[in-house]
């Protein structure tokens, strides 16, 4: 982590929000704030003797935007904002929050039991359990010496 240190000069309090401000309109000049943009999202994988487990960073959206999809082995997260309409008496002057659709996809091979695969959405994580295949999962048993 690095410190950095800034001056809080009067100056720098009346006039550093109004030159950021000019900054960032001319560090995204020409970009189409509506143009689709799709970020990668970070993903955990666990494994255990039953199961695979997902988790998928996902903060701050809504759980019904999201959705799970299996097709051909093939599961695939996605999210996608839908569009807020904004009133006459209620528009927004400045939009800080950013949340970028995005898509993510996953071989499932032959291990995994594609039926079962559950999902859960809770404190920003995506939650995904995909259960092994019976025949998938070890076998062990201890065997008497005689």
Known sequence: MTLVKTSNTPMKRVYGSILDDWFNEWANFGRDDNAPVHRNVPVNIHETSDAFHLELNAPGLKKEDIKLQVENG???VSYEKKEETES????????????ND???????G???DAENIRGKYEAGILKVYL???AEAQPNSKQIEIQ
């Open 74 to 76: 093939l599961l695939t």
């Open 88 to 99: 006459e008496d209620y528009k927004t002057v400045r939009r800080e929050f950013k949340y």
């Open 102 to 108: 995005f898509k993510r996809s996953f071989t499932l």
């Open 110 to 112: 032959d291990k995994v």
């Open 131 to 133: 259960p092994k295949k």
